[in-house]
């Protein structure tokens, strides 16, 4: 039965605190983080922040692998390969092996083998919202031959996993091309404001800011791929322009070299068809 199921967590981190929280109610569920020891009456720790009753912390990840039926890594990705070689010992025939990690695609499918060579199943699980909004109910994207029955239980759970099928790192490389856009819209706008400031002018660009991102649309996207490529000479110019202002002003200008460089690439090369469109 689902309620008898042994769930191990490896990572207690912001990720892991939540995935504890939620199922620690629904699971017999084990904890495994280094920097997270068990209090010496072997539950919760006091930094834990969860109620009595709650997951246990375990001093090892063998104790809390061994048995399981599901382990879910949410370790950092630089963490995910050593966590999984460290797991594998001690992985059940069967069991699944749910890798939440951000990392490359390929580390993933590295995941995969090692995970199989087990005997177990290994499944790229990518977590696509911030995990403090909607807690145990983030939407969270899987893949790998598995992904159907990490669903599954994810679903009967509290957790909303959809499985994509394809192969592990199919997952990730959806997470990673979202990084390159929100990540990098997050850093443009960081360096935006800080010339801005510099230039006396906060006020009036938060609010021009603030226009743009609430008018874009679907035309307005393709607006800025079509524009990128009818108009990259000039544009290339015009943001050589920017990267003087900012050297001017004493501002950080990476990400408006960047794009310069970008364009650059463009003139050369075109941009991307729009869906749908030639």
Same mark, same amino acid.
């Not at 569920?29 to 969860?50: E, F, I, N, Q």
């Not at 890594?73 to 460290?86: N, W």
């Not at 290339?236 to 690439?265: D, F, I, K, Q, Y």
């Given at each position: 039965?689902?309620?008898?199921?042994?769930?191990?967590?490896?990572?207690?981190?912001?990720?892991?605190?939540?995935?504890?929280?939620?199922?620690?109610?629904?699971?017999?569920?084990?904890?495994?983080?280094?920097?997270?020891?068990?209090?010496?009456?072997?539950?919760?720790?006091?930094?834990?922040?969860?109620?009595?009753?709650?997951?246990?912390?375990?001093?090892?990840?063998?104790?809390?692998?061994?048995?399981?039926?599901?382990?879910?890594?949410?370790? +950092?990705?630089?963490?995910?390969?050593?966590?999984?070689?460290?797991?594998?010992?001690?992985?059940?025939?069967?069991?699944?092996?749910?890798?939440?990690?951000?990392?490359?695609?390929?580390?993933?499918?590295?995941?995969?083998?090692?995970?199989?060579?087990?005997?177990?199943?290994?499944?790229?699980?990518?977590?696509?919202?911030?995990?403090?909004?909607?807690?145990?109910?983030?939407?969270?994207?899987?893949?790998?031959?598995?992904?159907?029955?990490?669903?599954?239980?994810?679903?009967?759970?509290?957790?909303?996993? +959809?499985?994509?099928?394809?192969?592990?790192?199919?997952?990730?490389?959806?997470?990673?091309?979202?990084?390159?856009?929100?990540?990098?819209?997050?850093?443009?706008?960081?360096?935006?404001?800080?010339?801005?400031?510099?230039?006396?002018?906060?006020?009036?660009?938060?609010?021009?800011?603030?226009? +743009?991102?609430?008018?874009?649309?679907?035309?307005?996207?393709?607006?800025?791929?079509?524009?990128?490529?009818?108009?990259?000479?000039?544009?290339?110019?015009?943001?050589?322009?920017? +990267?003087?202002?900012?050297?001017?002003?004493?501002?950080?200008?990476?990400?408006?070299?960047?794009?310069?460089?970008?364009?650059?690439?463009?003139?050369?090369?075109?941009?991307?068809?729009?869906?749908?469109?030639?």
């Amino acid at each position: 039965m689902a309620s008898l199921m042994q769930v191990a967590v490896l990572g207690y981190g912001e990720v892991g605190h939540v995935l504890a929280r939620g199922l620690a109610p629904r699971v017999p569920l084990r904890v495994y983080d280094p920097a997270h020891p068990p209090s010496p009456s072997g539950g919760p720790s006091p930094s834990g922040g969860l109620p009595s009753g709650g997951p246990r912390l375990v001093a090892c990840n063998a104790e809390a692998v061994r048995g399981a039926d599901v382990v879910i890594a949410v370790t +950092t990705g630089a963490d995910s390969l050593a966590a999984c070689e460290e797991s594998r010992p001690n992985l059940r025939p069967g069991a699944l092996y749910a890798d939440l990690s951000t990392s490359a695609p390929g580390d993933k499918l590295r995941i995969a083998e090692l995970v199989a060579s087990a005997g177990a199943s290994a499944v790229d699980g990518a977590i696509m919202a911030p995990i403090p909004l909607r807690g145990l109910a983030t939407p969270i994207l899987a893949s790998g031959d598995d992904a159907a029955r990490f669903a599954d239980f994810a679903g009967r759970h509290g957790m909303d996993v +959809t499985p994509i099928g394809g192969s592990p790192g199919d997952a990730a490389a959806r997470k990673l091309l979202r990084s390159v856009l929100v990540k990098g819209l997050s850093a443009l706008v960081i360096e935006s404001r800080r010339a801005a400031e510099a230039a006396g002018l906060g006020e009036w660009f938060w609010e021009h800011l603030l226009e +743009t991102v609430s008018a874009a649309d679907e035309r307005f996207v393709v607006r800025l791929l079509e524009g990128a490529g009818q108009h990259s000479v000039r544009r290339v110019h015009e943001m050589h322009a920017a +990267t003087r202002m900012l050297e001017s002003l004493g501002v950080p200008h990476a990400m408006t070299a960047a794009t310069a460089a970008t364009l650059e690439e463009v003139t050369r090369t075109g941009v991307p068809p729009s869906p749908g469109r030639p």
